[in-house]
């Protein structure tokens, strides 16, 4: 596996390799590591957001575009797009962290994607890292519906029942695993009628009933 990998997940093609190597190393594998780059791209990343919202909702008041902002560059989200890039089969990380399961910890994995964005714009300028930004988040801004997304999935899972005089949704946990600092949950979502039955995983019993509850939203059709 190597670096271009990366490189190619997120559409970018560095001119300079070594910013892509530095984003990809965590501290404890030694120096340069992406510290400073993901300092910079967490900037970058708000701003890009910030604008592609601005542009996106013209109506939405500032208190509801920042709650709308602050969600998708929260840690989980970050987390499960870096996921879907792999990036933590790429990461460079001390022996220490590998033992102890760095590659998949999900504050690690958010770091390096927002330092992948920092790495972007130094190669290339904030236009290139911006493309990036989008391009990366474009699914999850087209699924944005204005009044509901300041709410998390199991609220509007519960209106949606409740206004159809339907049963509340269950949650019950299936299944648990992982070291203790490093757990991951399933979780089920059940409901009675419509018959629905969802799974939701994640490093936290909370995030995984999210998870399972925005799966029921979709096999709902809302």
Avoid: W
């Amino acid at each position: 596996m190597t670096a271009q990998t990366i490189a190619q997940g997120i559409g970018h093609h560095f001119s300079d390799p070594a910013l892509l190597r530095t984003a990809l190393t965590h501290r404890s594998f030694g120096t340069p590591n992406n510290e400073r780059l993901e300092f910079l791209g967490d900037g970058i990343l708000d701003c890009v957001i910030a604008a592609a919202l601005y542009h996106r909702f013209p109506d939405l008041p500032e208190g509801d575009l920042s709650r709308l902002r602050a969600n998708l560059v929260r840690q989980e989200t970050l987390h499960a797009l870096a996921l879907q890039l792999d990036i933590g089969n790429h990461l460079h990380l001390g022996e220490g962290e590998l033992k102890s399961g760095g590659a998949s910890r999900p504050s690690m994995l958010a770091d390096a994607l927002e330092a992948l964005f920092g790495a972007v714009y130094l190669d290339a300028g904030f236009d290139a890292a911006s493309e990036v930004i989008i391009r990366l988040y474009a699914s999850l801004l087209d699924s944005l519906k204005p009044g509901q997304f300041q709410k998390d999935a199991k609220t509007r899972l519960q209106e949606f029942l409740q206004g159809r005089k339907k049963a509340l949704p269950r949650y019950r946990l299936l299944e648990t695993s992982g070291a203790a600092h490093l757990q991951s949950f399933v979780v089920a979502c059940e409901i009675d009628q419509p018959a629905v039955r969802t799974t939701g995983t994640g490093n936290s019993r909370r995030i995984a009933e999210q998870n399972a509850a925005e799966q029921a939203l979709k096999a709902l059709n809302t």
